[in-house]
């Protein structure tokens, strides 16, 4: 199994930007789609993005859409997350997973149940 961990989350204001990585042990980490999520407290896990293995297709929730930008690097085993203009709304834990679905598509990548290998989590404060 994959082991994935978080880091770059923090406390900031709103407006401001932060970029999240995702370091993957897995040497064979360009076979994998991978996704961002986030926790809010007391709401369910949601979807933020994905980006597919050699990370020329992603696909983002509308809450994001325009302020977030996902990207990986292959050599370093590593995906990141940019969000810009962070709003309060924003404030969760932001985990990312391995895709394990045989198809890449919008429809699918937003499901939770199509992940495994989460991370521990990054948590993002935006204080407004």
């Known amino acids: 199994q994959v082991q994935l961990v978080e880091s770059g989350g923090g406390l900031v204001q709103a407006g401001a930007s932060l970029r999240l990585s995702c370091a993957a042990s897995?040497?064979?980490?360009?076979?994998?789609?991978m996704g961002w999520f986030r926790q809010a407290p007391g709401k369910e896990r949601t979807f933020v993005a994905s980006?597919?293995?050699?990370?020329?297709?992603?696909y983002y929730a509308e809450s994001v859409e325009g302020r977030a930008t996902i990207s990986r690097d292959n050599t370093t085993n590593t995906v990141y997350l940019q969000m810009n203009n962070l709003k309060p709304e924003d404030t969760a834990v932001y985990y990312c997973?391995?895709?394990?679905?045989?198809?890449?598509?919008?429809?699918?990548?937003?499901?939770?149940?199509?992940?495994?290998?989460w991370g521990q989590g990054t948590q993002v404060t935006v204080s407004s």
């Open positions: 980006i597919n293995r050699s990370g020329d297709k992603t």
């Open positions: 997973a391995v895709y394990k679905a045989l198809v890449y598509t919008r429809l699918l990548v937003a499901l939770g149940t199509q992940y495994d290998s």
């Open positions: 897995e040497h064979k980490f360009d076979n994998y789609a």
